[in-house]
Structures are given as C-alpha cells and as structure tokens.
C-alpha cells in the first residue's frame, strides 16, 4: 500500500472538478470524496458513478478477450441499479453512524489517505481508505472499487465507516 500524509485543515481541501480527478489525482480524489462525505453531498457522490456507456469505454480498452468483455457488460448491465442502491445505503448507514457517534464533520480534519492500488487487464481500480481524526479519536472510511477510466477516477459502490480499537496503529 502505498501512504500520503496530509495535516490539511477541511476547509482548505482542494476539489477536483466535478467528474474529474486528473491522473496523478488519487490524492485529490480521496480529498474530493471526504469533501463530499464532509458536506453532506451524496448526489454529488453519487454523480462520480461511471453511468453504463462509461463502464462500456472502460471494459473496451481493457485487454479482457472478447467473450469476458462481453460477460462483464452483460454483468454491469444487469447490476448497475443495485450497484447504485448499494452506494446510496453504504453512504446513509456511514452518516448515521458517524451522527451517532457525535463527529462534527466541519471539525474533522482528514490526515492520511491511503489506498489499495490495482491493474489487471488493462483496468486500473482502487480501494481508497480516508483517514481522519475528530476530537482526537481516529477513523477511517473506506471507498471500494473505484476506477479509474482515461484520465480519471471514480468512486465505486460502496462506502463504510470504519473505527477499531488498535486499528490505527500504523498512524
């Protein structure tokens, strides 16, 4: 895994533009999506989705044979719609639990954004981990299955809260 150390207070986090986090950006993409989270903001999360022609775009440049590019479109196809509700119930489940545990998102401060990078067959996907401390507990938010198609990532289909005792011992 690889790690990037940010002592960024929230406010001064840049944004990406909306759809896009240039190459190089898995950083400002984490920045992004913890802005989003922060804000409460889920149909702009919710709008970093790649749509079907996307996914299409993605799988047609990957180096997957025929048959698995069409497998894999008939796959997304008939998932899309639960991939959407599942990003929507993940991202309501993270909300609650965080206003349940009391965090003031405009008092968090976000400190590591981590990531677990991925190529295979030509398409490049991430597992991004937000790292952020409020009131001095640290917690993390994982983003799953991200993609990144030409030059830009975006966020998958689910979305947790995370918040382990010893967890964070690699801080």
């Known amino acids: 895994m690889r790690y990037l150390l940010l002592f960024i207070p929230l406010s001064l986090l840049s944004s990406c533009s909306h759809r ?3 190459d190089g950006g898995m950083e400002d993409f984490g920045k992004r999506i913890f802005q989003l989270i922060s804000g409460d903001r889920y149909k702009e999360i919710a709008d970093l989705m790649l749509n079907l022609s996307e996914y299409k775009e993605l799988i047609d440049v990957s180096t997957l044979d025929k048959d698995a590019k ?3 479109m008939k796959a997304l196809e008939s998932n899309l719609k639960s991939s959407i509700e599942s990003l929507k119930r993940s991202y309501d489940g993270l909300r609650t639990e965080a206003e ?3 965090i003031d998102w405009n008092k ?3 400190v590591l954004i981590d990531f677990d990078h991925k190529r ?3 398409i490049e996907s991430a597992d ?3 790292n952020f401390e409020y009131k001095e507990v640290k917690y993390e938010i994982e983003v799953k299955n991200c993609y990144k198609n030409n ?3 975006s966020i998958g289909n689910y979305i947790s809260f995370k918040n382990r005792e010893n ?5």
């Open 20 to 22: 896009k986090c240039s």
């Open 70 to 72: 069409e497998e894999r």
């Open 100 to 102: 349940n545990r009391g």
């Open 108 to 110: 968090s401060k976000l």
């Open 120 to 122: 295979e067959n030509g």
């Open 128 to 130: 991004l981990f937000l």
């Open 151 to 153: 030059s830009s990532w």
């Open 167 to 171: 967890y964070f011992d690699r801080w």
